[in-house]
């Protein structure tokens, strides 16, 4: 059966799965019998489908050397598959060469592929528990539009409607931000239906080549239920875990220029494999094309991706947030409403990505009352335990607050929409939508 190009994390997802199967029933001991059965079955797809014809008898000598050596005579199925694995990976040089223990989709790859217990099937089971890879949407401050993608799924005829819900979800946005760190890989058509939002229709994306058979391209789609999201500030988010089917989304918006990598290099594995079962209880993974992209006539594979502004995985998404709010800042015709919502959204972005730490003596010189609680708003505590300060408005319940600034802003937990400046004499309550505090003299 032929596979779209990139698979990777349908092994992935399915692994999630395995300690489940083998703590319920655990797998069997390799005999004698069941490894020469599973030699036989790896080197005759190897020798069939390995997408560089040059280098089959290489990764195959490996393999009949470890067997005369011994080095696969073990029974558990286990330490046969990181063997195997180790030899194949090292010897072709290729991160797409694999085997892994996975009894569910092998039992679901022999299976009759349109039955209930089939391959479809099983593929289609995960893709609805997973949303089809898309995990989060949200709104940031500053309507910067996030979504997370976990893995480029595709169930023809249904994650297309899924992905146009998070398509209209991100075309409201100010900014877009597309979230593929740890993102193992997937299906191109998924990679497709997606940047195609990005590009004209008809471009010219991928040609996929494979030994033996003639080449295919993948164009930008022509109809898109939610049209097209061109012209908006867009960010990608990736790194070191970032591979295949995502590093070749991650390819487009560099090579494109559609938009801005932020975080770092990605893994660095770009061949197009396909997920083969392997007698007893195998997942075989083998490279049988590789893409060409219609730009730079190559791939990113052994060099990963380079992100356009290197940042630590754990600051990537505030790294892009500043990107975004300072360019959406600067661009002309800005009314002054959404220049305040920026603002007062870089603020914390910036002390997220700086950190503002206060001497305990200073804290708790801020300590004390606020105003008069007889009149007007009433009065605000401010008072110090568990090694914060905390808010209290009347009959309401305390609030933690996080320094912003060095200068004494914090952030109300709990309320984006609402912050305090504290002098030591002036507690200062600004809104977000309100060009002047409000002041309340300390008693």
Known sequence: MRMAPWITAFAVLCSSLVALTQAAQPLARLSAGDRATAMQAIEAKLQELYVFPDMRPKIIARLEQGQQGGRYDVDDPYLFAERITADIKDAGSDQHLWMRVDPEAYAAAIAPQKGPDGEEAFERRRAIRDHHGLAEAKILPGNIRYLKITEFQWVPDETGAVYDAAMRFLKEGDALIIDIRGVPGGSHPAVQYLVSHFLDAGTLEYTFLEAGRAATQSRALDYLPAGRLKGKPLYVLIDGRTGSAAEAFAYDIQQFKLGELVGAKTGGAANNNRLLPVPPCYTLSISYGR???????????????????????????????????????????????????????????????????????????????????????????????????????????????????????????????????????VLELWWWDDPAPRLFARN
């Open 291 to 425: 893409p060409v992209h219609a730009l730079s006539n190559t791939n990113w594979d052994g060099v990963g991706v380079e992100p356009n502004v290197a940042a630590a995985p754990g600051t990537a998404l505030e790294t892009a947030q500043a990107l975004a709010l300072k360019r959406l800042a600067q661009a002309p015709g800005v009314s002054p409403p959404a220049q305040a919502e920026y603002a007062w959204a870089s603020v914390a972005v910036e002390a997220r990505l700086h950190p503002v730490a206060f001497e305990l003596t200073r804290l708790k010189t801020l300590v004390g009352h606020y105003g008069k609680a007889n009149a007007g708003y009433g009065q605000v505590d401010v008072d110090f335990h568990e090694g914060a300060l905390w808010f209290h408005q009347p009959n309401r319940p305390p609030s933690r607050l996080a320094p912003l600034t060095a200068e004494g802003l914090f952030a109300i937990e709990g309320n984006e929409r609402l912050r305090a400046r504290i002098t030591g004499k």
